[in-house]
């Protein structure tokens, strides 16, 4: 089974913290991608890397920056936590080869900005 | 300033009866779409997806139906189980095979199944 593993389950920040929010994939996918979760507004896609070193915008990457230095391995990043940061945050990794849509997700870090 | 009442769409069922799931979905030009499952505590999971050539498709105890016409996507449960209990997502994206890295999701819906 693909398992995609998020470090943290839960984090508290301070407001204006720099965080780092880490997903490693075991399944070789060339695609992985950043969403955030809030109650009433479903999932949106923050970033996205479809090889290592290469990155897009999503709907909402204002405020955040990622990192793919490694094909495994995508980094979401705050640069200075805002308190409207607080959400839950989604991994997710796809094969090109399966056209990208059947994403596998990690269980989420649930990030508390105070 | 804070949003209010944005509170989730919620389904509640009895065991063993049917569930039906509604999505309706905005963009003419999406042609692949998917269901997820997403338990408490968990991240969503895979359950079905149709593309839109087709207008049904079976899996096991689940069934999507598309009608284009209207743009709307529905997922069937059937025999509905406690273990069903979750938030089910509708998705789409504007184009199939590779490249496609952008799905747009709903809100979702919750269902609850009571024993």
């Known amino acids: 089974d693909v398992k995609v593993t998020q470090s943290s389950r839960y984090l508290v920040k301070r407001t204006g913290e720099k965080v780092f929010l880490e997903c490693v994939q075991d399944m070789d996918h060339e695609n992985m991608f950043w969403y955030r979760q809030d109650p009433g507004l479903g999932l949106r896609l923050i970033y996205f890397s479809y090889d290592v070193k290469m990155k897009e915008k999503g709907d909402i990457p204002e405020g955040y920056s990622v990192s793919r230095e490694k094909k495994e391995r995508f980094s979401l990043i705050l640069e200075s936590a805002s308190t409207n940061q607080t959400s839950m945050y989604l991994c997710?990794?796809?094969?090109?080869?399966?056209?990208?849509?059947?994403?596998?997700f990690g269980s989420g870090t649930q990030l508390s900005v105070l | 300033g804070e949003s209010v009442g944005l509170h989730l769409p919620t389904l509640s069922v009895q065991e063993g009866d049917n569930s039906i799931i509604n999505c309706a979905y905005s963009?003419?030009?999406?042609?692949?779409f998917i269901w997820y499952k997403q338990e408490s505590g968990k991240g969503p999971q895979f359950i079905i997806d149709?593309?839109?050539?087709?207008d049904k498709r079976q899996g096991q105890r689940v069934t999507v139906l598309l009608n284009k016409t209207v743009k709307h996507l529905s997922l069937q449960i059937a025999a509905t189980q406690p273990g069903d209990s979750a938030v089910y997502f509708c998705?789409?994206?504007?184009?199939?095979?590779?490249?496609?890295?952008?799905?747009?999701f709903g809100k979702g819906t919750k269902l609850s199944v009571i024993p």
């Open positions: 997710a990794s796809s094969s090109r080869w399966a056209a990208g849509e059947k994403l596998f």
């Open positions: 998705a789409e994206t504007p184009y199939s095979g590779a490249g496609s890295y952008q799905l747009t």
């Open positions: 963009n003419s030009a999406s042609d692949y």
């Open positions: 149709i593309r839109s050539n087709m």
